[in-house]
């Protein structure tokens, strides 16, 4: 029944074959591939740059209202439920599916790369002035915005799964404002797989190449695309294993050892690296970041012409609306039984807070050596991206186990990614089932490896990075009208008092 249930289901074969022809065009055409990537995502994030800024701005606003109006005692579930998963497994949960990966790769390079060529040109790169700003910018793009985005679709989802008893379906989710349009609804079905495949396939793209800058230090294994295609193999098989054990074995067993593997490492370079640099690094990181929220989150150089706010915030941003309907429906799926005010605390807070924690860590002690011992790594990073972790693990004790316990972490959040990723695209294509057949998740993890292959083919990292955001602009427009289904929604909540939903 349920294969049938999948099989039946337009989203799965529109989504599914879109997918694989853009594999077959990437495999056969893999620099026009890129060069059609890059044109469309520089006229998307040029024309729309600032559309992008105002909508999640928006998305930080409503949440933090909702959480503190009489609304966030609402459960996500029946009124009596009690949350599904501990706290700790949950976030665990949240993280991995999240962007654990990325910032394995990214919370080393980002500072670094703003340290080499900073957001602002009339900042001189490489001083203590640059290191400063190049924190608070970190911090800004893995703190609260791009978990809101996370965080709207995740929301409205779980609250009709679980609350209303509905389809955890986007175009479920849009129906107050809409009506039921079955075209309408698997169009923006099709449109949210395939944003999906896409952002998932970038991330396993981004961390193979990692994986591989990883080897290369510490085993000398040459950077070829044979390598990573070997890599790219062995995740497909572990992942699609994970996959077959469910929700409540693979997913919730990798998403403990990832969060506390994450923890170790963190706690490692904290004491092994400049302690008290990096608890400076920290506060002071925290005090601009809240400084400078407003500004940086509707920062745009249109007097100027400077592309760096279009090539790192508006990237992120779209990287984030790419990935929302994915990631957002894997946190509705494990947030059930917890309150509107505990899920916006729990998506909006804690990992933010966890991944400013690990960028001062890491890219703290990466800045010090670079300032005081002249290291060097700046330049590394800009050479190669993707050595930025390694290279920073030089300046510490154990740098090999370290390196080792590095690629084995990326290696298990890009599975955790990988395999709930397939949960959600199994469900997506499955008209919302929580339990997608398992042929309908092989499907797609095939499709997802396939794709990171031929992304990589297709010219590493930056057509990696441009493929999986075409869909993210009309994705911000649904994002928006999902905002204004919910507030129409939750106004018909009946009898919200003081002592209901607690």
């Not at 790369?113 to 009339?122: M, N």
């Not at 690990?358 to 050596?369: D, K, S, V």
């Not at 499955?430 to 992304?455: E, F, H, M, Q, Y």
């Amino acid at each position: 029944m349920k294969n049938k249930n999948a099989l039946k289901n337009p989203v799965f074969y529109v989504s599914s074959i879109v997918v694989l022809l853009l594999v077959i065009i990437g495999a056969i055409m893999p620099v026009k591939f890129g060069a059609v990537a890059e044109t469309l995502f520089n006229f998307t994030t040029t024309s729309f740059g600032w559309f992008y800024l105002l909508a999640v701005f928006i998305f930080v606003i409503f949440l933090v209202g909702l959480s503190f109006s009489k609304y966030g005692k609402i459960r996500l579930g029946p009124a009596d439920s009690q949350p599904e998963y501990p706290f700790f497994t949950w976030i665990g949960m949240l993280f991995s599916a999240g962007f654990g990966a990325g910032l394995v790769f990214w919370g080393v390079a980002e500072p670094m790369s703003h340290f080499f060529e900073t957001p602002f040109p009339l900042v001189e790169a490489q001083t203590e002035e640059a290191a400063r700003i190049a924190m608070g910018y970190a911090f800004f793009h893995w703190g609260v915005s791009q978990w809101s985005v996370f965080a709207v679709v995740g929301l409205v989802i779980a609250y009709l799964q679980f609350k209303k008893e509905k389809k955890g379906l986007i175009s479920t989710a849009i129906e107050p404002i809409v009506g039921k349009n079955k075209i309408l609804g698997g169009t923006i079905d099709s449109l949210a797989v395939i944003a999906t495949v896409m952002g998932v396939a970038t991330s396993l793209g981004l961390g193979i190449l990692q994986m591989n800058g990883g080897l290369k230090s510490v085993f000398d294994v040459p950077n070829s695309i044979w390598v990573q295609i070997i890599i790219a193999g062995v995740m497909l098989i572990t992942y699609l294993l994970s996959s077959s054990t469910g929700l409540n074995k693979g997913i919730k067993w990798l998403s403990n050892l990832n969060l506390g593997l994450a923890l170790l490492l963190l706690v490692f370079v904290f004491i092994a690296g400049p302690t008290v640099f990096i608890l400076n690094t920290f506060v002071l990181g925290l005090g601009d970041y809240l400084t400078n929220f407003v500004q940086y989150s509707l920062r745009l150089t249109p007097y100027t012409g400077d592309v760096w706010v279009r090539d790192w915030t508006i990237f992120y941003w779209a990287w984030a609306t790419a990935w929302s309907p994915f990631v957002g429906a894997f946190v509705a799926r494990v947030s059930r039984g917890r309150t509107i005010r505990e899920f916006v605390f729990g998506v909006l807070v804690v990992p933010p807070v966890i991944a400013c924690l690990w960028i001062a860590a890491l890219g703290g002690t990466a800045i010090y050596n670079d300032l005081y011992s002249g290291s060097q790594i700046a330049e590394a990073v800009n050479a190669d991206v993707a050595v930025a972790l390694f290279e920073t693990y030089g300046s510490l004790p154990l740098t090999t186990i370290m390196s080792l316990l590095s690629i084995f972490l990326i290696f298990t959040f890009l599975v955790t990614s990988a395999d709930s990723a397939t949960y959600i695209l199994g469900s997506m294509t499955s008209r919302g089932s929580l339990n997608p057949a398992l042929v309908v998740k092989l499907v797609w993890g095939i499709l997802i490896t396939a794709i990171a292959v031929v992304l990589l083919l297709a010219g590493g990292l930056d057509a990696l990075q441009t493929a999986s955001l075409i869909s993210a602009l009309p994705f911000t427009v649904i994002l928006l009208v999902i905002v204004a289904a919910f507030l129409r929604m939750i106004k018909k909540e009946p009898g919200i008092k003081e002592d209901d939903h607690k």
